[in-house]
């Protein structure tokens, strides 16, 4: 962020004032916590105007079945963007900022985690993980992408770079990483296996999920299972993995060893504000505005915009449309040298 310096008045007091955009990222958390009270009312309504139509749009899907195949199938994917707002909310539950009540927000939270699939109290232990480690390249390896360095990927051997290079291919990452996350992977409370509250977590989830699609698969046989449960499911799987990867993952991102790391400076640099349509920031209740999430979780995500609106320094950092945010699948590795995410062919141009 640009650095302004006011002119002087002789009028005035000359003895140093610290001026915003000066701040440090550990002044903005200061400033940010003066946003982090959640307004209960628009808590319960943000939850109802999305579980409403997101069960309404399920119904209707399974209508449809009676019609055609196919509108069952366009119904079940339009059903995806409540399906992700609705893993929004839980991730705000996660971080204790979407009611004044810690117990409420998590009991929320375990509910909405068995329509994402998702082990809540697994995933809040995981996400704080990610939230305490962002960006540092001695604490990689849960609750993140895995990203090497330039230097430790010409050190693996062809077998482990080719490795490497599939688990980083845009078709692992965006077609086959979201359902085995949400299907697979979430079954177990994998990182956590020695704490039996994570694998109550996990079953607790796991019971839940199969009793109601076995309810499904009463009433209506596999036609729901697999037209409407299935491809919400899966879709909205993508998307938030895409989401997730363009908030740490583009050129002018930050990593740093433990000895320099520090997680406001991770928070700010090393996060993007990923500049969307407004329709597209509500369905992904504003997670775009990952820098300012990062440097306070705590804010409920309907105050994000009025953060921006506040501090139009924090809006003009690290910004990156969706067209850029394209060529940001391009980039694997971490140049210590020049700061820089960038990709093979450009490791591979600077290094050999």
Sequence with gaps: MTIHTPPVSPDLDTSPVQTPDEMSPRDWVKTLAGYREPNQ???????????????????LAWWSL?????????????????????FTIQHDCGHGAFFKSRVVSDWVGRF??????????????THAVHHGAAGNLDRRGMGDIHTKTVAEYQALSSWEQ?????????????????????????????GL??????????????????IALAVIWYFGGMMPVLLIFV???????????????????????????ESEWQVHDAALYGSSYYVL?????????????????????????YRLPEVLRDHQELARANRMTIRESLTSARLH?????TRRLVSFRQARALYG
């Design 41 to 59: 009312m628009r808590s319960v309504v943000e939850l109802a105007i999305t579980i409403g139509p997101f069960v309404a749009l399920w119904a």
């Design 333 to 337: 590795l971490w140049d210590e040298k």
């Design 162 to 190: 080719l490795q490497y290079r599939l688990y980083r291919h845009p078709v692992t990452l965006f077609a086959f990483a979201p359902g085995y996350l949400f299907f697979l992977q979430n079954r177990l409370p994998l």
């Design 112 to 125: 909405l985690g068995l329509l994402t699939l998702t082990p809540y109290d697994v995933w809040r232990r």
């Design 66 to 86: 009676s019609v055609s195949y196919w509108l069952t199938l366009a119904i079940s994917i339009a059903n995806a963007a409540f399906l992700l707002r609705l």
């Design 277 to 301: 349509p407004p329709v597209l920031n509500w369905f992904s209740a504003n997670i775009g505005m990952h820098h300012v999430h990062h440097l306070y979780a705590r804010i409920p995500f």
């Design 193 to 210: 296996m020695n704490a039996g509250r994570y694998w109550i977590s996990a079953m607790g989830t796991n019971a839940a999920i199969l």
């Design 231 to 257: 491809p919400s499911t899966l879709i909205a799987a993508t998307a938030g993995m895409w989401l997730f990867y363009v908030q740490h993952q583009f050129e002018a991102t930050q990593w740093d060893h």
